[in-house]
Every structure is written in structure tokens, then in C-alpha cells.
């Protein structure tokens, strides 16, 4: 079994800063690929950022300038740091990351169970 667990959202004020991150664990036999979506109310789930293996990036438009996205696979873990949130950033975010587990030679997909970040006018 492979989990994703995912900490930092909260409240924060416009113009505040957070971090997210997200620890994989478990039959882990290599990851590919680890990324941020978001979700807000009545809308569908989009990307916001992700980082594959070797460091290329890509970033929602949205975004661009304000996150960071970041890994540190020798932790299985991925991080989302958000500058200069507004309200249009408020979402559940989750993470996702693409894995060869273990017991399987083939690429999966995993999710994290989502965090709500809030960000308050």
C-alpha cells in the first residue's frame, strides 16, 4: 500500500504566506513525478503545480510568480509554498504523485487526502 499525507493548510489572511506538504509512504518503489491540485466549491480539480523527476516544473498561470513548488525524494515529500495568497486561493488542495510501488512494474497514480487552505479578505 502506498499513502499520501498532507499537512499545513489553514486560515490565512490575503497577502499571507503558507506551506503545504505532502509525505508518500509505504511499497515505494520510485516516484516520478509529485504535484499540488486544488479544488474550490462547484469547480472542477486543476493543477496548480508539479515537479518531476530531474526538476522540471510547470505552474497554473494563476500561480506563477507567487508558489513554489519543491520535492525532497530522499523524503518522499513534496511542498507547495504559497506567497501572496487572495481569496481566489481558497480550495481543498491535494497532493498527487505518480509511483511504481513495490509489489507492480507499472506507474500508478496516488492521491492525498486534501487540505483546506482559506484565504480570508
Known amino acids: 500500500q502506498v499513502q499520501l499525507v498532507e499537512s499545513g493548510g489553514g486560515l490565512v489572511q490575503a497577502g499571507g504566506s503558507l506551506r503545504l506538504s505532502c509525505a508518500a509512504s509505504?511499497?515505494?518503489?520510485?516516484?516520478?513525478?509529485m504535484g499540488w491540485y486544488r479544488q474550490a466549491p462547484g469547480k472542477q480539480r486543476d493543477l496548480v503545480a508539479k515537479?518531476?523527476?530531474?526538476?522540471?516544473?510547470d505552474y497554473a498561470d494563476s500561480v506563477k510568480g507567487r508558489f513554489i513548488v519543491s520535492t525532497d525524494y530522499a523524503k518522499n515529500t513534496v511542498y507547495l509554498q504559497m506567497n501572496s495568497l487572495n481569496p481566489a486561493d481558497t480550495a481543498v488542495y491535494f497532493c498527487?504523485?505518480?509511483?511504481?510501488?513495490?509489489?507492480?512494474?507499472?506507474?500508478?497514480?496516488?492521491w492525498g487526502q486534501g487540505t483546506q487552505v482559506t484565504v480570508s479578505s
Open positions: 515537479i518531476i523527476t530531474g526538476g522540471s516544473t
Open positions: 498527487k504523485a505518480q509511483i511504481i510501488p513495490t509489489f507492480s512494474r507499472a506507474t500508478f497514480s496516488y
Open positions: 509505504g511499497s515505494i518503489r520510485s516516484i516520478s513525478a
